[in-house]
């Protein structure tokens, strides 16, 4: 199964500079452990315990997986995840 998985700038560190990779997986948990196997440290940056990391959003096809079942979320052959971090701050 192939999923393409589109990296972020501040995680490409993790992919050789990669934007976007090919991952596999029925679920969420399972393509992040995939990611992992092949660009160790990735992980941590997305999953905090067996969740998402408070300030990193993942969406699969344009669907935010929070509202869906998060880690949990089923994949299919064919799908399209990004990993986007959440952007905060500003000046008054």
Do not use: C
């Amino acid at each position: 199964m192939a999923i393409e998985v589109r990296i972020p700038t501040i995680l490409r560190t993790y992919t050789d500079g990669q934007k976007a990779v090919e991952g596999s997986g029925s679920t969420l948990e399972e393509l992040i452990a995939d990611l992992e196997s092949r660009h160790a440290g990735i992980r941590e940056r997305i999953v905090d315990g067996d969740q998402l990391r408070r300030f990193v959003n993942v969406y699969l096809n344009d669907e935010d997986v929070r509202f869906l079942a998060g880690i949990n979320t089923e994949l299919s052959d064919g799908d399209s995840v990004t990993i986007l971090p959440a952007v905060a701050g500003g000046s008054l």
